[in-house]
């Protein structure tokens, strides 16, 4: 037998089954549970496969239509005594409402969430609200979240952002001639977000299934086509206009080009201390780290990158030296911290100066750099660990995912003196 009607409460086991609805009125309660008197987790299964068998009798009998009212209460009292049976009484069906706020309050609780994740979150559920209605959490099916979903997709991008929309109502909205509307992508996290809260409700018993699963829409574009990597010749104008600015802001100058030789996330380059560019005998390396306010996309994000030598070469580690003198503790003074970390500002800065000096593709953005990187290497032959250390990529490998040791910042330096992209050595 399974565990899906098994529960343990203070160590003791627990047979509980729920009544079909179609024979409620008989029973007066939704579920039925029984004490099964033991703490043994085998013999707990043993006698709930024979509970099972008896209540399926039991429900089988009585949808017979052979017995009469008088017949079926005896019955029942015969397979589930009474007084020996703990009938349960049914509660007020969990609204929708009610289930977002527990759900939010929990993981805000524990911490499972940053600011930004409970922003976006709240935001997509608040939408969901708005689209659903608050209706009991256990009658929301299939069909409505088909509906749901249809009028999501129809939906204006940015919708929230947009002066146009931000004060309608979703009917109202629904009802204007929209010409440009969320995209899948988009449209895919919004479901995601009702999914993940389903399934904690599921967890909470206010909900026996899922209706959101399955309902995203794959994307077709291939993951290494939704971004591209920078060409040589887009590393020649970098070069050329960062020069432009080194003057303007220090980390106008340093964050692309510690990026291009290094792969590292925008996030983690912004938020760096100044005690976070430290030495290993003659390697200098970049500890990136989740230490203090700083926040990494995941745990295989935590890791040691050594600084190529042309950073090394162009003043960063002079700079590191004028912090310390300044008695400055971050790498970058004038970077605050938002809701999205400390790469807010730089993020938009950036997304100008790249239009504007390198490129019109859409496609390349900072995050190209990180493309940039792993493909040099790939087609120098850089084994693939090596790169998914480099970049905080998660090891697909079992044996050197979960039981090797992580690559000496000696091999990491070696791998990354391959991004020799100018070998003349650059002249900004």
């Known amino acids: 037998m399974s565990l899906s009607h098994l529960r343990c409460l203070n160590g003791y086991f627990y047979f509980r089954i729920r009544v079909p609805s179609d024979l409620l009125h008989h029973f007066g309660y939704p579920?039925?549970?029984?004490?099964?008197?033991?703490?043994?987790?085998?013999?707990a299964k043993s006698r709930g496969k024979?509970?099972?068998?008896?209540?399926?009798?039991?429900?089988?009998?009585?949808r017979s239509g052979l017995l009469d009212d008088h017949q079926v209460v005896q019955l029942i009292e015969k397979v589930f005594p009474i007084r020996k049976t703990r009938l349960v009484k049914a509660e007020r069906p969990k609204l929708l409402q009610e289930g977002i706020e527990a759900y939010v309050k929990e993981h805000v609780v524990l911490g499972k969430w940053t600011e930004k994740?409970?922003?976006?979150?709240?935001?997509?559920l608040s939408l969901a609200l708005e689209i659903l209605g608050n209706r009991p959490l256990n009658t929301i099916d299939r069909g409505v979240m088909v509906e749901y979903?249809?009028?999501?997709?129809r939906l204006p991008a940015n919708l929230k952002k947009s002066g146009e929309y931000r004060d309608l109502s979703i009917a109202t909205v629904l009802e204007k001639d929209i010409h440009r509307t969320m995209g899948q992508r988009t449209v895919n996290k919004y479901v995601g977000r009702v999914s993940s809260l389903f399934i904690w409700c599921i967890r909470q018993e206010y909900m026996q299934w899922n209706p959101a699963q399955g309902l995203t829409t794959p994307i077709e574009a291939k993951a290494e086509e939704e971004r591209k990597a920078y060409t040589k010749d887009d590393l020649k104008k970098?070069?050329?206009?960062?020069?432009k600015v080194k003057k303007e802001a220090p980390e106008r100058y340093f964050v692309p080009l510690i990026s291009m030789y290094s792969g590292a996330r925008l996030s983690e380059i912004c938020q760096l201390y100044v005690n976070d560019i430290?030495?290993?005998?003659?390697?200098?390396?970049?500890d990136i780290n989740d230490d203090a306010d700083k926040r990494l996309k995941n745990r295989a994000s935590r890791r040691v990158v050594p600084l190529h030598p042309e950073l090394v070469r162009l003043g960063l580690l002079d700079h590191v030296e004028e912090m310390k003198a300044a008695g400055i503790p971050r790498l970058w003074m004038t970077l605050g911290s938002k809701r999205d970390g400390y790469g807010h500002d730089f993020s938009k800065w950036y997304q100008r100066?790249?239009?504007?000096?390198i490129t019109k593709d859409p496609k390349k953005v900072f995050h190209s750099f990180r493309h940039t990187v792993a493909d040099t290497l790939k087609q120098k032959g850089v084994p693939e660990g090596v790169i998914a250390e480099i970049l905080g990529h998660a090891n697909g490998s079992i044996t050197t995912g979960r039981y090797g040791k992580r690559f000496r910042p000696g091999v990491l330096l070696e791998a990354l003196k391959h991004l020799d992209y100018f070998k003349e050595g650059i002249s900004v």
């Not at 024979?50 to 009585?62: K, P, R, T």
């Not at 979903?149 to 997709?153: F, G, H, N, T, V």
């Not at 970098?238 to 020069?243: P, V």
């Open 31 to 43: 579920e039925i549970q029984k004490s099964l008197k033991t703490t043994n987790v085998s013999l």
């Open 50 to 62: 024979v509970l099972a068998s008896s209540a399926e009798y039991l429900f089988g009998q009585i």
């Open 117 to 124: 994740t409970k922003q976006e979150v709240e935001s997509a």
């Open 149 to 153: 979903l249809s009028k999501l997709q």
């Open 238 to 243: 970098l070069i050329h206009s960062l020069g």
């Open 278 to 286: 430290k030495q290993l005998e003659d390697i200098w390396y970049f």
């Open 353 to 357: 100066f790249n239009r504007k000096h």
